[in-house]
């Protein structure tokens, strides 16, 4: 009988020393699967950080150094408190413009751009309450646009630049009839924002201010725009 316990008592920690090397086994096979799981979602997510981080860098001039080259810009605005002539009072309404511009960027900071603008287009002018006509205003515009690349999608700019435009006034039967065309010249000054939408095209919405005058300088229109507009760089 003794023996046989012993003999017993052997089998159980063979038995124990099996069943505890099997679950060690376990474990091992456990974390060997969890790291064979894991690696290539791993794999995944980097690839998509290095891929996303290569579109930020590729399409956002200001973390591009080499981002140069021509764009176009095509713009629609609204014209409003358009002080056409102070010494008179006349007023125009708000209109409707537009905007088509060719430009150049030389680095993430400084562009140019030139093009038409059409400030106004036949817009009901009144003086006090009565309508005593309708005018036109438009003309060539190039501008410098400094950019301020403070967020990765999102850049505030200034534009500064110089237009000449042709106004053409017709007035109506009761107050005379006829039409006069007058040259105009004169500076721009405007600040916006500027945001990426995807590689090659941007959104810009922005205020452009235009302070006009004639060759005389006896007539000094003033015209605030506010505009928002597509650009592509190609």
């Known amino acids: 009988m003794v023996v046989k316990k012993h003999h017993q008592k052997f089998i159980f920690d063979i038995k124990g020393m099996e069943y505890s090397k099997y679950f060690e086994m376990l474990k091992i096979m456990r974390q060997i699967l969890l790291l064979l799981f894991l690696s290539p979602l791993s794999c995944a997510a980097l690839t998509v950080g290095e891929n996303r981080n290569k579109y930020v860098i590729d399409s956002y001039p200001a973390m591009n150094n080499g981002d140069r080259g021509k764009y176009l810009n095509v713009t629609s605005s609204s014209t409003f408190?358009?002080?056409?002539?102070?010494?008179?009072?006349l007023v125009a309404e708000s209109s409707?413009?537009?905007?088509?511009?060719?430009?150049?960027q030389f680095n993430k900071i400084l562009s140019v751009e030139g093009g038409y603008t059409s400030l106004l287009t036949d817009t009901i002018?009144?003086?006090?309450s009565n309508a005593i006509g309708t005018t036109s205003i438009s003309g060539g515009?190039?501008?410098?646009?400094?950019?301020?690349?403070?967020?990765?999608?999102?850049?505030?700019?200034?534009?500064?630049?110089?237009?000449?435009?042709?106004?053409?006034?017709?007035?109506?039967?009761?107050?005379?009839?006829?039409?006069?065309?007058?040259?105009?010249?004169?500076?721009?000054?405007?600040?916006?924002?500027?945001?990426?939408?995807?590689?090659?095209?941007?959104?810009?919405?922005?205020?452009?201010?235009?302070?006009?005058?004639?060759?005389p300088n006896t007539y000094t229109p003033h015209l605030q725009d506010m505009y928002g507009s597509l650009i592509y760089k190609y």
């Open 96 to 104: 409707s413009s537009y905007g088509v511009y060719l430009g150049y």
């Open 141 to 215: 515009e190039v501008a410098m646009l400094i950019n301020f690349p403070a967020w990765q999608l999102l850049s505030p700019f200034i534009r500064v630049g110089s237009a000449r435009m042709l106004e053409t006034d017709v007035v109506n039967a009761a107050y005379g009839g006829g039409s006069t065309k007058t040259s105009l010249s004169g500076n721009v000054f405007g600040v916006g924002f500027q945001f990426n939408i995807m590689r090659g095209l941007y959104l810009r919405v922005g205020y452009n201010s235009y302070n006009l005058k004639d060759t």
């Open 81 to 89: 408190n358009s002080t056409l002539d102070s010494k008179f009072s």
């Open 125 to 128: 002018v009144k003086a006090s």
